[in-house]
Nanobody, 120 residues
Framework: QVQLVESGGGLVQAGGSLRLSCAASGSIFKQSRMGWYRQAPGKQRELVATISPGSFTRYADSVKGRFTISRDNGKNTVYLQMNSLKPEDTAVYSC??????????????WGQGTQVTVTS
């Protein structure tokens, strides 16, 4: 059983920073592309950033230059450093794990989410 547990959310003023963490149990972390997604009230979930096992990264245009995704394969943890936060970054942020390559038995795991609230 794989579990993803996020932490690090909270309340911050605009311009501030937060660092989210997602710790993964189980053995699939090193083979997974890890992603951070967010969902604001009344909106669809959107991709924030992803990172491959080899640390190739991809970002949504709205967060480029402000957010940084990273991973520690030794700790089975993925991070999202969020700087220069804006009120529009307010959302529930969730961590995702899926195969980095085509596999016969794919997986798709989600964490429970952590709330990020940015005040103006």
């Amino acid at each position: 059983q794989v579990q993803l547990v996020e932490s690090g959310g909270g309340l911050v003023q605009a311009g501030g920073s937060l660092r989210l963490s997602c710790a993964a149990s189980g053995s699939i972390f090193k083979q997974s592309r890890m992603g951070w997604y967010r969902q604001a009230p009344g909106k669809q979930r959107e991709l924030v950033a992803t990172i491959s096992p080899g640390s190739f990264t991809r970002y949504a245009d709205s967060v480029k230059g402000r957010f940084t995704i990273s991973r520690d394969n030794g700790k089975n943890t993925v991070y999202l450093q969020m700087n220069s936060l804006k009120p529009e970054d307010t959302a529930v942020y969730s961590c995702n794990a899926e195969p980095a390559v085509l596999v016969s038995t794919p997986w798709n795991y989600w964490g429970q989410g952590t709330q990020v609230t940015v005040t103006s």
